[in-house]
């Protein structure tokens, strides 16, 4: 079974910095896709960034040119860079493994880390 924890959420001033993490266990994480998703107050849950074991990435519009994916398969752990924080991406933040064997997909989500940006 794997496990996702993530941490380095917290409050931040619009235009500040955070470093999200998502430790995994288990021997799956290097041929895995991570994403990250975002779910705010009242609204659905969104993609904000995901990255395939082969290095591809993919950002939400809304992101773009301010969040960066990135991952360190020697310590199964994913990463989100988040710079010029602004008020709207205040939500709780989730770790996302997708794995892939023959014709099945395999799913695992963390227990969500919140992230506030306000001043």
């Known amino acids: 079974q794997v496990q996702l924890v993530e941490s380095g959420g917290g409050l931040v001033q619009p235009g500040g910095s955070l470093r999200l993490s998502c430790a995994a266990s288990?021997?799956?994480?290097?041929?895995?896709?991570t994403g990250w998703y975002r779910q705010a107050p009242g609204q659905q849950r969104e993609l904000v960034a995901t990255?395939?074991?082969?290095?591809?990435?993919n950002y939400a519009d809304s992101v773009k040119g301010r969040f960066a994916i990135s991952r360190d398969n020697a310590k199964n752990t994913g990463y989100l860079q988040m710079n010029s924080l602004r008020p709207e991406d205040t939500a709780v933040y989730y770790c996302?493994?997708?794995?892939?064997?023959?014709?099945?997909?395999?799913?695992?989500w963390g227990q969500g880390t919140q992230v506030t940006v306000s001043s």
């Open positions: 288990g021997s799956i994480f290097s041929r895995s896709a």
């Open positions: 996302n493994l997708n794995y892939r064997l023959l014709s099945r997909t395999y799913e695992y």
């Open positions: 990255l395939t074991s082969g290095g591809i990435t």
